[in-house]
């Protein structure tokens, strides 16, 4: 199997404070991995793409000050949400690739609800 | 870039019928086409998808249909059962290891 996992699953936080939301592939090693985020009755919309080892590269109109991403090893990338305001409150997605087999299919983890009082 | 229209944004349908989503994309380069399955608070999943090199492709009551000169894929469930009530989301690629872009999501209800 190509399971992706997520930490947390939800996530309360208070205005003004950071939040760090972990990705990793439990039984294969992710070339690429991917982040999204999805606001109620919406459809996922691509944050940024991180490849182990270099620097994530963000869709436009995503702040990269705000949204940190981390992609640390081959089988962990962490988005941190920085000075998280109420707007921010969604729901983030995030995939993971393989580079090998289907190259192209993505293996999505099961979500972090981030709520911000 | 690549954009992706999906339509219907909700479908009902009775037990037993078939239910079909349709979708179109307008880069001309995308040559993969997922199908994604999302429950209330849960990541997608993904059912069945296919490649610019394929016409059809099925899988027990799912089929997806690709039409490359039109630029649009079509996603057919049959029998349907009130368990694939769900978001369907479909989504292209243009490349391997490369992000995907997604329609806009079909909200399914099917009753018994």
């Known amino acids: 199997g190509a399971v992706v996992s997520q930490h947390p699953s939800r996530v309360i936080c208070k205005s003004g404070t950071s939040v760090k939301i972990e990705c990793r592939s439990l039984d294969f090693q992710a070339t690429t991995m991917f982040w999204y985020r999805q606001f109620p009755k919406q459809s996922l919309m691509l944050m940024a793409t991180s490849n182990e080892g270099s620097k994530a590269t963000y869709e436009q109109g995503v702040e990269k000050d705000k949204f940190l991403i981390n992609h640390a090893s081959l089988t962990l990338s962490t988005l941190t949400v920085t000075s998280a305001h109420p707007e921010d409150s969604s729901f983030y997605i995030c995939s993971a690739s393989k580079g090998q087999g289907n190259p192209y299919e993505q293996y999505f983890g099961p979500g972090t609800r981030l709520t911000v009082t | 870039g690549e954009n992706v229209e999906q339509h219907p944004s909700t479908l009902s349908v009775q037990e037993g019928d078939s239910a079909v989503i349709k979708c179109t994309y307008s880069d001309s380069a995308s040559n993969y086409f997922p199908w994604y399955k999302q429950e209330l608070g849960k990541g997608p999943q993904l059912i069945i998808d296919?490649?610019?090199?394929?016409g059809e492709k099925k899988d027990q009551r799912i089929a997806v249909t690709l039409n490359k000169t039109a630029k649009h894929f079509s996603l057919h469930i049959t029998e349907t059962q009130p368990e694939d009530s769900a978001v369907y989301f479909c989504a292209a690629s243009s490349q391997a290891g490369t992000a995907l872009i997604f329609g806009k999501g079909t909200t399914l209800s099917v009753s018994s």
């Open positions: 296919i490649r610019s090199n394929v």
